[in-house]
């Protein structure tokens, strides 16, 4: 292995490490130490690549909110219809949530708790991806109403609504240890979509 790719494999190993502690015992109970030696490497390796373990929670961060924008990209991507797209996400809801597959929630919400200062750069960047994800879900609904006379204050609302489902069942699915957070927020969907009668 070459000395680049032994880096990348180094670096790779921590950012692994890392996430899976701070997603499954949080970010104030995970020590750096247990970062290191679960990774495998040694102090000065962590060292080398992240000046801080706020500085590798942000970079965790950062690889989760690309993971998962993709995955729901290719996600909707299979819908023939903005509607079907819109379901799409719900369906990737209830499957990313379902009992054994997310069991501590949402890692951004757990962040928000463990990080008090609204200023931080933990919350801005939780902010971020929170925005990014309702935008999505707003373009989603913009197309489904193209053409239908809706104002744009209308549309809002209605992404709005949209995105807090979503929200909720980030937050259900994990107390419940089930499905039906994300089914129940796609009925309510289905209804303000109008695909209901």
């Known amino acids: 292995m ?10 790779d190993r921590l950012l692994e490490t890392a996430a899976r502690l701070f997603y499954e015992k949080g970010y104030v109970s995970t020590g750096v130490n247990e970062v290191i030696k679960q990774a495998g490497i040694c102090k000065a390796s962590f060292y080398h690549h992240f000046k801080s373990k706020e500085d590798l929670l942000v970079t965790t961060l950062e690889q989760r909110h690309d993971k998962m924008m993709g995955e ?14 819109i379901g799409r996400v719900f369906e990737w809801l209830g499957n990313a949530c379902k009992c054994g597959v997310s069991s501590n929630g949402c890692a951004y919400l757990n962040m928000v708790s463990e990080f008090r200062d609204a200023s931080s750069r933990v919350r801005e960047l939780v902010r971020w991806h929170k925005d990014v994800f ?15 006379g809706k104002s744009e204050d209308e549309l809002k609302d209605v992404g709005d609504e949209i995105y807090l489902l979503a ?16 089914e129940t927020a796609w009925r309510i969907v289905s209804s303000r979509l109008g695909l209901e009668e």
């Open 2 to 11: 070459s000395p680049t790719a032994e880096k990348l494999a180094v670096r």
């Open 72 to 85: 729901l990209r290719e996600v909707v991507s299979k819908g023939s219809t903005p509607a079907e797209k």
């Open 134 to 148: 309702r935008r999505f879900l707003f373009e989603l609904v913009e197309a489904h109403f193209r053409g239908q």
């Open 167 to 182: 929200e909720a069942v980030f937050a259900a699915s994990p107390v419940h240890q089930c499905t039906w957070p994300a």
